[in-house]
């Protein structure tokens, strides 16, 4: 019955592979978002989707890209992975896009490029 | 623009003793904020929101939440701190006439000591 939940928990890649992180959610939220946290605990917003727009943060690689096969999953797919793709991705989903509802958050994968 | 601050990067307290993480924010029109706390190897989880009322919020585990607006804060408070609050907690603003997209602090690490 878990809410958001993401596969797989660990990775380990060499640079220069292309990877992707699944997320799922079955709270029926129409937004997700992609966070990464760095070695510092520090949470950096990468991309916000709901069914109608797609918002990304300009400060992340091209390399990166969410895709939605539908409302409840928002994947991550990585291309040419670097050793700065090191850190931990979390999934979250919130109800609308309303500014007062709060986020729930998936477990976190932790990637680690070789 | 949105913005936030927690100032301290660790807080210690002694079990039983009050405890208070605090935060800042800045906002072009009114806040809608967020606590979240977040233990070793987990996802973010959501503790208590700030959106219109009363200034003392109530939350999950005993914690409460203070809105200071001529302060521009919302300290994050428990009356009776317990070794398994140790974590570390963020907060998050949204501005109620911006992006729906939150902006978080960098975290406050709370340690309670036996």
């Known amino acids: 019955d878990t809410a958001v939940s993401q596969t797989p928990k660990y990775l380990v890649t060499q640079m220069g592979n292309d990877k992707s992180i699944k997320c799922e959610q079955n709270l029926g939220h129409d937004t997700m978002y992609w966070y990464k946290q760095d070695s510092k605990k520090f949470l950096k917003i990468m991309f916000s989707?709901?069914?109608?727009?797609?918002?990304i943060n300009e400060t992340v690689p091209n390399r990166f890209s969410p895709k939605s096969p539908d409302k409840a999953h928002l994947n991550l797919h990585i291309n040419s992975l670097e050793l700065g793709d090191s850190a931990v991705y979390f999934c979250a989903s919130s109800q609308g896009g309303v500014s007062y509802n709060e986020q729930f958050f998936g477990p976190g994968t932790r990637l680690t490029v070789l | 623009a949105q913005s936030v601050a927690q100032p301290e990067d660790q807080v210690n307290v002694a079990e039983g003793n009050p405890l208070t993480v605090k935060c800042t924010y800045s906002v072009s029109g009114n806040p809608y904020l967020f606590w979240y706390v977040q233990y070793p190897n987990r996802g973010l989880q959501f503790l208590l929101k700030?959106?219109?009322?009363?200034?003392l919020v109530k939350g999950s585990y005993g914690f409460e939440a203070e809105f200071n607006k001529s302060q521009t804060s919302f300290h994050l408070k428990k009356p009776s701190a317990l070794v398994s609050d140790s974590a570390l907690y963020f907060c998050a603003v949204r501005d109620r006439l911006g992006s729906y997209i939150p902006t978080f602090g960098r975290g406050t690490s709370l340690i309670v000591h036996p």
């Open positions: 989707y709901n069914n109608k727009e797609l918002i």
């Open positions: 700030y959106i219109t009322g009363d200034n």
